[in-house]
C-alpha cells in the first residue's frame, strides 16, 4: 500500500497514515478501493464512484458523489489515489466515530429508538416513533432493531459531511422522494428548514422545473385540450387534429396557452404551499409529530382545493388561450377583457366544481399508488439499497397515470365547460348559461358513449413520462444551484 501512496506524490502525513492501518482496516479500505476503481486504473474518479456506489446499493445524494471526490483529492487531480483515499476515509471515520459517540447516551456502543428518537427531537426535527423506527431499520441491517458502530461507519462512509445535523438531514430526508409533473401534495419541511428558507428554494427549483417541463410538452397539452372540447364531430385521430392545428396557426400555435399555464405556477405552488403547512399544523395539534400518509392526503387535498380556488380565472384563461384562431386576442389581458365583456365575471369559474371534486381522487390515487410501489420494492430488496432515479421515475410515472385515469372524465368535463362559450360561438350550440356538470356527462355519454368521456387521453398519457423525467432532472439541477441539499 505504501507504493501506491507515494506513486501518488502525497505527502508524508499521508503516508504515515498508511503505516498506522491495522491489517483489518488494510484489507478492509484495499478491497473497498478495488470495488470502487471500476476500470481497474488504479485511481477512483468521479464517473468511478457513482457506478460503483450504484451498483452497490449504497444511496446518494446529487452532488454527494462530486463533494468526497474534492475533498479527500488532496493533489487535486481530479481522482483518487490509494493513498489519498485512505487518508480522507481515516479521519472521516474518525470524525463519524466521535458522532456515533455523541449519539450513544448509555455508552452501550449501539444506538436504540430510544437515542435517535431524543437526538432528533434535540435538533428540532419534529419526528413521531414510527418514522424514527423506519429510519433505524434503513441503517439496521441485522435485524437487531440496534445500529452498531459498523453500521453507522459503512452507512454514513461516503456522505461528505460528518456534522451531526447534516447526517440526520440526510438520514431522514434520503427515505422520502416524490416527483410529478404538478404534485398536489407538496414536500414536508421542519421548522428549522422553515426558517433556512429551504421552502422558498425548493419552491423555485420546483417553478423552474415545472415551467421548463410544461414548455416541453405544450404542444401535447394544446392537442388534449382540443379533442376534450371538440370530440369526435371534428376530429377522427390525433393526427387529423394536429394537422388542423398546423394548417390554422402554423408551428408557434402548438404553444398558444403556455404562456399562462407557466405564469400560474408560482402563485399556484405558493398558495399551495401554504394551505399545505396551515393544513398540516391544523392536523398535529399541540402535539410534536410527523403527520401520517393519509394526513398528508387530506393536508394535500386541501391545499390543492385552496390554491385552484385562488387561481382558476387563470386555469379558464388558459383553456381559452389554448383554443384562440389566429388573430383572436393579442394576448393573456386582452383575451381576458374580452371574456370578461362579453361572458361576464362568472364565465372565470366555468367548470370549477368538477375541477375541484377530481383534486381529491388525482391527489390519493396518486400518493397511495406512489408510496405503495416504493413500499414494495423496499420490500422485495435489501433495506440498505435505495431504489434508482430509474425505479423512482417510473413510480412516478404510473402514480401519476392512475391518479389521470381516474379524475380524467371531471377534468374533460371541466373543459368542456370552460370553452362552452367558445362551442356556442362556432357550432350555435348549446346556451353556455345552461350547460351544467351533470348535463353534460349525460350528453356526452349519450353521444359518445362510455369512452367519450376519455377523448384526449392518448396524448395526456404521452406527456405524462416526459413530464416527469424533465420536471426531475431539472429540479435536480436548480436543487443543486440553490444549495438544497435535501430530495
Known amino acids: 500500500m505504501t507504493k501506491e501512496g507515494s506513486a501518488g506524490g502525497n505527502t508524508g502525513q499521508i503516508a504515515h497514515h498508511i503505516h498506522e492501518l491495522s491489517v483489518e482496516d488494510e484489507e478492509r479500505l484495499g478491497n473497498l478501493f478495488k470495488q470502487l476503481d471500476v476500470n481497474g486504473d488504479g485511481r477512483i474518479d468521479i464517473h468511478?464512484?457513482?457506478?460503483?456506489?450504484?451498483?452497490?446499493?449504497?444511496?446518494?445524494?446529487?452532488?454527494?458523489?462530486?463533494?468526497?471526490?474534492?475533498?479527500?483529492?488532496?493533489?487535486?487531480?481530479?481522482?483518487?489515489?490509494l493513498a489519498e483515499f485512505v487518508y480522507y476515509v481515516l479521519e472521516h471515520e474518525k470524525k463519524l466515530k466521535l458522532v456515533f459517540s455523541s449519539l450513544d447516551h448509555n455508552k452501550d456502543g449501539r444506538l436504540d429508538l430510544e437515542e435517535i428518537y431524543s437526538s432528533l427531537h434535540k435538533l428540532g426535527l419534529q419526528v413521531d416513533r414510527a418514522e424514527a423506527k423506519r429510519l433505524?431499520?434503513?441503517?439496521?441491517?441485522?435485524?437487531?432493531?440496534?445500529?452498531?458502530?459498523?453500521?453507522?461507519?459503512?452507512?454514513?462512509?461516503?456522505?461528505?459531511?460528518?456534522?451531526?445535523?447534516?447526517?440526520?438531514?440526510?438520514?431522514?430526508?434520503?427515505?422520502?422522494?416524490?416527483?410529478?409533473?404538478?404534485?398536489?401534495v407538496p414536500d414536508d419541511f421542519s421548522a428549522e428548514e422553515l426558517q433556512q428558507g429551504l421552502w422558498w428554494r425548493h419552491l423555485l427549483a420546483g417553478g423552474v422545473a415545472g415551467a421548463v417541463s410544461r414548455t416541453a410538452t405544450a404542444p401535447l397539452d394544446r392537442l388534449k385540450v382540443f379533442l376534450q372540447v371538440h370530440g369526435k364531430?371534428?376530429?377522427?385521430?390525433?393526427?387529423?387534429?394536429?394537422?388542423?392545428?398546423?394548417?390554422?396557426g402554423g408551428v408557434r400555435s402548438l404553444w398558444r396557452g403556455n404562456g399562462i399555464n407557466v405564469l400560474k405556477i408560482a402563485p399556484e405552488s405558493a398558495l399551495k404551499f401554504m394551505a399545505y403547512e396551515y393544513?398540516?399544523?391544523?392536523?398535529?395539534?399541540?402535539?410534536?409529530?410527523?403527520?401520517?400518509?393519509y394526513e398528508r392526503f387530506a393536508a394535500g387535498s386541501f391545499a390543492g382545493g385552496f390554491s385552484q380556488t385562488v387561481i382558476y380565472p387563470m386555469e379558464v384563461?388558459?383553456?381559452?388561450?389554448?383554443?384562440?384562431?389566429?388573430?383572436?386576442?393579442?394576448?393573456?389581458?386582452?383575451?381576458?377583457?374580452?371574456?370578461?365583456?362579453?361572458?361576464?365575471?362568472?364565465?372565470?369559474?366555468?367548470g370549477y366544481v368538477p375541477n375541484l371534486l377530481g383534486i381529491i381522487p388525482y391527489a390519493g390515487i396518486d400518493l397511495t399508488v406512489y408510496e405503495t410501489l416504493k413500499k414494495r420494492y423496499l420490500r422485495n430488496h435489501d433495506e440498505s439499497e435505495d431504489p434508482g432515479v430509474l425505479v423512482l421515475l417510473a413510480c412516478g410515472t404510473a402514480s401519476s397515470t392512475c391518479g389521470q385515469i381516474a379524475s380524467y372524465p371531471l377534468a374533460l368535463v371541466r373543459t368542456r365547460l370552460q370553452a362552452a362559450a367558445v362551442l356556442q360561438q362556432q357550432a350555435g350550440g348549446t346556451d353556455p348559461a345552461t350547460l351544467n356538470m351533470r348535463s353534460l356527462f349525460r350528453s356526452i355519454i349519450q353521444q359518445e358513449g362510455f369512452l367519450g368521456l376519455y377523448r384526449g387521453i392518448a396524448p395526456n398519457f404521452l406527456k405524462v413520462a416526459p413530464a416527469v423525467s424533465i420536471s426531475y432532472v431539472v429540479y435536480e439541477k436548480c436543487r443543486t444551484a440553490l444549495g438544497v441539499t435535501m430530495t
Open 317 to 350: 384563461l388558459k383553456t381559452r388561450l389554448a383554443l384562440r384562431r389566429t388573430g383572436q386576442y393579442k394576448g393573456m389581458v386582452d383575451a381576458a377583457m374580452k371574456i370578461y365583456r362579453a361572458e361576464g365575471l362568472l364565465s372565470f369559474y366555468k
Open 279 to 293: 393544513a398540516k399544523r391544523a392536523l398535529r395539534g399541540d402535539r410534536p409529530r410527523d403527520i401520517s400518509i
Open 136 to 184: 433505524l431499520q434503513r441503517m439496521d441491517k441485522d435485524g437487531t432493531l440496534e445500529i452498531s458502530y459498523g453500521e453507522w461507519r459503512d452507512y454514513l462512509l461516503f456522505h461528505p459531511s460528518s456534522e451531526l445535523h447534516d447526517i440526520l438531514q440526510y438520514w431522514r430526508h434520503s427515505t422520502y422522494l416524490d416527483i410529478g409533473e404538478d404534485l398536489n
Open 233 to 248: 364531430s371534428h376530429f377522427c385521430s390525433i393526427q387529423h387534429c394536429l394537422r388542423h392545428m398546423l394548417n390554422e
Open 48 to 81: 468511478d464512484l457513482s457506478v460503483s456506489l450504484r451498483r452497490m446499493g449504497i444511496h446518494q445524494m446529487p452532488g454527494h458523489a462530486q463533494k468526497f471526490i474534492e475533498r479527500s483529492d488532496q493533489n487535486k487531480s481530479g481522482d483518487l489515489t
